[in-house]
């Protein structure tokens, strides 16, 4: 792997011109592919096997045109102090307004409070009005949502208090690009700061904008013909950023490194590419397995974010094993400080300077039990709150009370209960039955007997008469633990409702459906966290050699995790700090936040295990004794480390500034993550266990020896075979 990567290195390095060229051509046709392909369809939400999926897509059946899964704006009117909503100017006004929506753009229907049992509070001051629409949640066009807009606005210019509830008004999540701009920015300081030159810091920022639009370009072109929505590419950017970053980082770090101790440009790429290149195709492949294996969770929006991720990190390792090595070529010892350049050749002893990193190896290697125990222990405390974990899928509760989303919610509450924020659907299938109306009426009589159940409205049948759907109102809100019961409740009765009555009962709704995607989210962590975790761990052994090094890299890994989510529960569950950052409102856990914190985290704290302990492997296999090797492997990448982590943490808080709840989660829990594994985990924990496992940690029983390949990672082989003649071209290096 090592030779390969190293003459690889060496030919991209001598035929620049031709790589970079090569690089632009495909950029270009991706961007051409791109612009002509098709609009890419939205694939929706949707969640296989789930009982509340399976009611939704027998709704779409059963009442063709009634767009089950279209968005839905609740209209909240409350009256002026001291008056009654059914006051009859004060009703004027409210059917006006429910007037002027129902033949809008996109709407199907627009119900009258007044002509809807229940819609009226029972102290006459408050009244909702529900306004369907043909469009999914985030699909709504400008148009109706205007008119949505001004037909409140209109109500509150006739005295009336009126808000907007539902998810009519969700916009499609934007692509972060102000919080993509402040991670490149601060990417620029850190990378600048790390490198002391211009050139240097600017050439992993490059290359990564080329992967991320290459690959951005392809999910774009290929969108329509794999069903890949707008969507899809979110994660895709994010991390194809962050690991373009850091391939080019560890790459161009290697190749100073290189050129200081003297040796000539091009070896000192080849060279760079050998070593720093075979761990970046391996700690790309770490990633490629953690996104790839979303695909077990059986959420297919999962599966294709994963899956478009993966295809980006690939593109960020090719670029970084040819087209780095090409525009060092351009670069050429401009990628070194200037006061190095003017030594002479340009070479310091860089070798045996003491550092900060060797500094900070030194003193774990003196004491490594101490220093391990009390890593251990300061991850576990902080892991501790996540036993509380509580998963969910916050709604308008959680957003801010600047939001007329929040306003609704709260009015809805004072008015009616907080269960009418979280309505269960009830879908009775009566097919076959002898007496549908009857069965119908018995399920409704069921339903409305179960504790927990305020209201049950009567059952609605489609034309054909052979379903009919009924919505159950809960005394508790759509984000507590009661609701989640109830639900179980009520399909616990489902069988025994079949056997008396012939009826299929299913139940379904936004609330329940949020239910079943937590729990099939929690069902699906563990089995992913074992392949993910179980392939990487084959994959480090044959990285590494080692059978304890791997496994001591999961379990660190696993601690990191358990932290970062601790804090999240502290924050954002249990309100610690929360003033701190803007959280408003505490509540469950987000249920996809275990899952990306996995997949994503995993893969980028893979790559610091790979990175960092790769040179200190190398520098055992040189003949380094175990606590020198860590000493030596510290204090060639400890920095460079250090810098990627803090480009990584710059990126992932930019996200917390947001003012969409999931985001800012989603922005503390990775950062939290990324800042454990690295300087905890990756930095403290794993140099006191080498030091305490000593020549141990490299132990590779001899038959597992004789079955894996020898990948070479370390570039032992390099160091044997005679360097290539530098070709006549590396004098124009110095020029672009």
């Not at 012939?502 to 966290?529: C, E």
Request: charged letters at 15%; glycine letters at 12%; proline letters at 5%.
């Amino acid at each position: 792997m090592a030779t390969f990567l190293y003459r690889l290195g060496r030919w991209a390095f001598a035929r620049r011109r031709l790589v970079a060229l090569l690089w632009v051509a495909v950029l270009a046709v991706g961007g051409v592919l791109a612009a002509k392909a098709p609009a890419a369809p939205d694939d929706g939400f949707s969640m296989p096997g789930t009982e509340a999926q399976k009611a939704f897509d027998l709704m779409n059946e059963r009442f063709p045109g009634g767009h089950a899964d279209g968005a839905s704006a609740r209209l909240v009117f409350v009256a002026p102090s001291g008056q009654k909503i059914t006051a009859a100017p004060n009703q004027q006004t409210v059917e006006k307004t429910v007037a002027e929506l129902a033949h809008g753009e996109q709407v199907t229907s627009a119900v009258d409070p007044f002509k809807m049992p229940g819609a009226v509070s029972k102290d006459g001051t408050t009244a909702y009005a529900t306004v369907s629409y043909s469009a999914k949640a985030g699909e709504v066009s400008k148009t109706a949502t205007d008119a949505l807009q001004q037909a409140a606005q209109h109500g509150r210019d006739a005295g009336l208090k009126v808000e907007i509830g539902g998810n009519a008004l969700m916009a499609k999540p934007d692509a972060g690009g102000s919080s993509e701009a402040i991670g490149m920015a601060l990417s620029a300081v850190v990378l600048v700061i790390t490198f002391g030159s211009l050139v240097a810091a600017g050439l992993p920022l490059l290359t990564a904008v080329i992967g991320v639009g290459l690959g951005m370009s392809l999910i774009t072109a290929l969108g329509s013909t794999l069903g890949l929505s707008s969507t899809t590419g979110t994660l895709a950017m994010m991390l194809g950023l962050a690991v373009g970053i850091d391939y080019a980082l560890f790459i161009v770090s290697r190749y100073r490194a290189e050129l200081a101790e003297g040796r000539t440009q091009q070896e000192a790429a080849g060279r760079a590419i050998g070593t720093a290149g075979s761990a970046v195709v391996f700690a790309g492949l770490t990633v490629v397995i953690a996104l790839a294996g979303l695909s077990v969770v059986g959420i297919p929006m999962l599966a294709k974010m994963g899956m478009a991720a993966a295809g980006t990190v690939v593109i960020a390792v090719l670029v970084a094993l040819t087209l780095v090595p090409a525009l060092l070529g351009f670069i050429g010892r401009r990628a070194l400080p200037r006061k190095v350049r003017k030594a002479q050749g340009g070479a310091q002893p860089t070798g045996a300077k003491e550092n900060g990193g060797s500094r900070w190896a030194r003193f774990i290697v003196r004491r490594p039990l101490a220093v391990l125990l009390l890593g251990v222990v300061g991850l576990g405390v902080l892991a501790a709150p996540a036993l509380d974990l509580r998963l969910g899928l916050p709604g308008d509760e959680a957003k801010p009370t600047s939001t007329t989303q929040r306003r609704a919610y709260d009015l809805l509450s004072e008015g009616f209960g907080p269960g009418f924020n979280g309505p269960l659907t009830v879908l009775v299938d009566v097919k076959g039955t002898a007496d549908p109306k009857a069965a119908a009426g018995e399920v409704a009589k069921s339903v409305s007997a179960v504790p927990g159940v305020v209201t049950v409205t009567p059952p609605m049948f489609n034309k054909a008469g052979d379903t009919a759907l009924l919505n159950a109102i809960p005394a508790t809100g759509p984000a507590e633990t009661a609701t989640k019961d109830l639900v179980h409740t009520i399909r616990g009765q489902a069988a025994g409702l079949k056997a008396s009555t012939g009826a299929t009962v299913l139940v379904s709704g936004t609330t329940a459906m949020n239910i079943d995607v937590s729990q099939k989210l929690s069902d699906a962590m563990l089995p992913y966290l074992a392949v993910v975790v179980g392939l990487a761990v084959l994959l480090l052994l044959v990285v590494f050699r080692s059978v304890l090094v791997p496994l001591k890299a999961a379990l660190g890994f696993l601690l990191s995790v358990a932290a970062a989510l601790g804090a999240v529960v502290a924050v954002f569950q249990w309100g610690w700090l929360a003033d701190l950052i803007g959280v408003e409102q505490t509540g469950p856990v987000m249920s996809m936040m275990p899952i990306f914190m996995i997949g994503v985290v995993f893969g980028l704290a893979m790559d610091y295990e790979v990175f960092l302990v790769t040179r200190i492997r190398e520098a055992f296999v040189h003949g380094e004794q175990p606590g020198e090797a860590i000493v030596t492997g510290f204090r060639h990448n400890a920095r460079v480390v250090t810098a990627a982590a803090f480009i990584m943490i710059a990126v992932f808080a930019g996200f917390i500034g947001m003012s969409e709840p999931m985001i800012k989660m989603m922005g503390l829990g990775l950062a939290a993550a990324v800042a454990f594994d690295a300087f905890v985990v990756r930095m403290t924990i794993v140099p006191a266990v080498l030091a305490l496992l000593g020549r141990r940690a490299w132990w590779l029983p001899r038959w597992l020896d004789r079955l894996i390949p020898d990948v070479d990672v370390e570039g032992s082989k390099l160091h044997t075979a005679a360097p290539e003649p530098a070709p006549v071209e590396e004098k124009e290096s110095v020029t672009v």
